[in-house]
């Protein structure tokens, strides 16, 4: 069984920065596809940036060319570098994993979910 496990968030002020961990992934000679998400209070769940075991990428248009993901498949670590952050981007964030194709911003895609770390931005 998966256990992911995510770190790094905390108190930034706007258009500071911040980065993500995420540790527990253990498929690396299959394909599969890693992602990062985000829940608001009183908000849905979104798709903020995700990975594919083949390095692509897919983006939310809300934080594209402000975050940045990117996997070491030696240390088995997803991350999510955080820049120029909004009072926008504050939520619990989330990191999933799943075998298969194609980087995906859905979350009912994903069958392994990190417990999340908070990130709260003040202007």
């Known amino acids: 069984q998966v256990h992911l496990v995510e770190s790094g968030g905390g108190s930034v002020l706007a258009g500071g920065s911040l980065s993500l961990s995420c540790a527990g992934w253990?498929?690396?000679?299959?394909?599969?596809?890693m992602g990062w998400f985000r829940q608001a209070p009183g908000k849905e769940r979104e798709g903020v940036a995700s990975?594919?075991?083949?390095?692509?990428?897919k983006y939310a248009d809300s934080v594209k060319g402000r975050f940045s993901i990117s996997q070491d498949s030696a240390t088995k670590t997803l991350y999510l570098q955080m820049n120029s952050l909004k009072p926008e981007d504050t939520a619990m964030y989330y990191c999933?994993?799943?075998?298969?194709?194609?980087?995906?911003?859905?979350?009912?895609?994903?069958?392994?979910w990190g417990q999340g770390t908070q990130v709260t931005v003040s202007s």
């Open positions: 990975i594919d075991s083949d390095g692509r990428t």
């Open positions: 253990v498929y690396t000679s299959t394909s599969y596809y």
């Open positions: 999933a994993g799943d075998r298969g194709w194609s980087p995906s911003l859905r979350g009912v895609d994903y069958n392994n």
